[in-house]
């Protein structure tokens, strides 16, 4: 039912990729992959596994075993320089922003834009930064002002500015809009369509069903640690999901939904 | 809505850590009045450049303290480190080598040592408070070993240059023979102070190094993160911290021209306490060369100014801890807000 793209290189392509903290098994065997253009929904329960795995992929953590290629190519992944050299973006739920810088040292955090001889060119970093924010969000005011000063959402709004600015090929979106106002979630999903309309492969992570149905084409399940499956968006519906969300299996009798098959 | 308009109104009044740099230099500024007053022979031409000398020592442990404070962390070994460099260039002048390439090496031993620490913090992941006193029992162990415990001395005037020699002094030859200084000159350790000062003020504000240093105080995780190698800037930060109780500890050991492996024990309370007072803040993420010149200042002027007021160094030690205490309260209310 997934042969769709069977033809296309994957953009990522995650196989039995495995990862455990002592005796916790935290991601057992699990395989994903991930095409040009598509919107991936991430999905479980907290503690499923689902953002140790996209962890994984952003070169925050490093498993214990299982191979990730990228483009066809194997990539290792020891940091997320490593994964951001490979065009991975990552927007973490947290936000990972350093409170006391401002909104262009943020964003160009650990890769700063330098003079000739090699000094910080603040002044590029500033306009480029302004630029790249106010694309998301025109009232943007306060760029000098250190992060721990803004609102929830216009952090948010840097978080997402630093991974689209650098040209992502690959985004991960660990719950994007957990901290948002009903305007900025669907300026977030309004982007999340545009940039998956530039051939940006997407994983999103999201409790949000709304969002999950609105912008996912596929989805794919976690529980305890395993991929419980992986749908295309119109053979689910929000019952099943529940179900392998909660019981790691599909209501009894279901066949495939959607139309197209 | 009101609360932007406070903001906006309240814009031309200096905030946060600039509001912090200057009321300590206010502090400064008083405390000279203040001596002035008390003893009539502070405020001139010898003393303040006595003051200067006095204060080079601290202000150059203090540059490294504020890199080493602002990535969260902090490095209690400076002092004993201070004395093994002064141990490692006095024996390599004994063994033979030139003064200059032998300070070299001490300063070199310094940076060691600061390496170490380094390695220590990032791969042995133990806290830089343990490690840091670690090595401050280590490296004064290795120079009280290495020299017996003895001063070394005899090391030639070439050794002596640093600590004692300044530019433009101006002396003159009287009638009766006798020289008369007219203008002692500015010390070379004071001129030695500014530069690294402004070298280390430039790295920390205009160079990624810097940047990566406040971004790892701040939230270290979020600097991994956003791709800085964080285990690289906190090892560079012990380095350098390290290098620059090596060159103090030159300019210490050849102002004595004597080598005393038992120098420098608590110097690194003064450095923190400089750090502290010119508004870097132990939680990291917050600090500046220039705010940590100033709080060596302040150190140094108090000491000066008690002294020659004839205070007993005991009560000047309770006052400097009243002054630290006072800084980081000045600092918390700041954070509040």
Redesign the interface.
């Known amino acids: 039912m997934l042969d769709a793209n069977a033809q296309e290189t994957p953009l990522v392509q995650m196989s039995e990729i495995y990862k455990h903290f002592g005796g916790v098994h935290a991601v057992e065997g699990v395989s994903v992959d991930l095409y040009p253009g598509e919107v991936v929904g991430v999905l479980g329960h907290n503690g499923a596994g689902k953002s140790c795995l996209m962890q994984i992929l952003s070169g925050a953590m490093i498993p214990n075993g299982g191979e990730i290629y990228v483009n066809g190519q194997e990539a290792d992944l020891k940091s997320p320089h490593d994964a951001k050299k490979f065009g991975i973006e990552t927007i973490y739920q947290t936000l990972a922003l350093a409170n006391h810088l401002d909104a262009a040292q943020n964003l160009f955090l650990g890769r700063e834009l330098k003079t000739r001889f090699g000094n910080l060119d603040e002044a590029r970093m500033h306009t480029e930064a302004q630029d790249a924010l106010r694309q998301l969000n025109p009232n943007f005011k306060n760029l000098k002002d250190p992060v721990a000063k803004l609102s929830g959402g216009q952090r948010q709004v840097i978080a997402i500015a630093r991974a689209i600015y650098f040209q992502a090929k690959v985004l991960i979106m660990d719950e994007p809009t957990a901290a948002l106002g009903p305007s900025e979630t669907s300026m977030v999903a309004d982007l999340t369509l545009r940039l998956k309309d530039e051939g940006i492969g997407i994983f999103l992570i999201s409790h949000d069903m709304h969002d999950v149905f609105d912008l996912c084409d596929r989805v794919m399940v976690m529980n305890k640690g395993r991929n419980v499956g992986t749908f295309h968006i119109e053979d689910v519906n929000k019952d099943d999901i529940l179900s392998l969300i909660i019981k790691g299996t599909l209501p009894d009798g279901w066949a495939p939904r959607g139309e197209s098959k | 809505m009101s609360n932007t308009n406070g903001n906006t109104k309240l814009r031309f009044l200096p905030t946060g850590s600039s509001l912090h740099k200057l009321s300590a230099l206010l502090t400064l500024l008083l405390l000279i009045l203040a001596f002035s007053f008390t003893s009539p022979a502070f405020l001139s031409v010898n003393n303040g450049l006595t003051v200067l000398l006095q204060t080079s020592v601290i202000g150059l442990l203090a540059i490294g303290m504020t890199l080493v404070i602002i990535t969260g962390g902090i490095d209690l070994s400076v002092g004993s480190v201070l004395a093994l460099s002064g141990v490692v260039a006095g024996l390599a002048i004994k063994a033979g080598v030139p003064v200059m390439p032998a300070m070299a090496f001490g300063i070199l031993a310094g940076a060691f040592c600061g390496f170490i620490n380094g390695l220590v913090i990032t791969k042995l992941r133990i806290t830089p408070f343990v490690a840091t006193l670690g090595m401050m029992m280590i490296a004064r162990g290795v120079a009280l070993q290495l020299t017996g415990a003895a001063p070394i001395s005899r090391l030639g005037e070439a050794f002596g240059q640093l600590g004692n020699g300044s530019f433009f002094r101006i002396v003159e030859m009287q009638a009766n023979g006798f020289p008369k200084v007219i203008f002692p000159g500015i010390p070379y350790p004071a001129v030695l102070l500014v530069v690294m000062a402004l070298i280390g003020g430039f790295l920390l504000q205009?160079?990624?190094i810097g940047?990566?240093i406040?971004?790892v105080?701040?939230?270290e995780?979020?600097?991994?993160?956003?791709?800085?190698?964080v285990d690289r800037t906190k090892i560079w930060a012990y380095t350098a911290s390290g290098a620059l109780a090596g060159l103090a500890g030159m300019v210490l050991m050849s102002r004595l021209v004597t080598v005393q492996p038992n120098e420098g024990v608590m110097y690194e309370l003064d450095a923190i306490a400089a750090s502290v007072i010119g508004g870097a803040s132990l939680m990291g993420?917050?600090g500046s060369i220039s705010g940590s010149m100033i709080g060596a200042f302040i150190i140094g002027v108090l000491r000066n100014g008690l002294n020659m007021a004839g205070t007993s160094a005991f009560i000047q030690q309770i006052i400097i801890g009243i002054v630290v205490i006072g800084a980081v309260y000045i600092d918390q209310i700041r954070n509040r807000n």
């Open positions: 205009r160079r990624q940047r990566h406040f971004s105080g701040s939230n995780e979020a600097a991994r993160l956003s791709g800085v190698k993420g917050v």
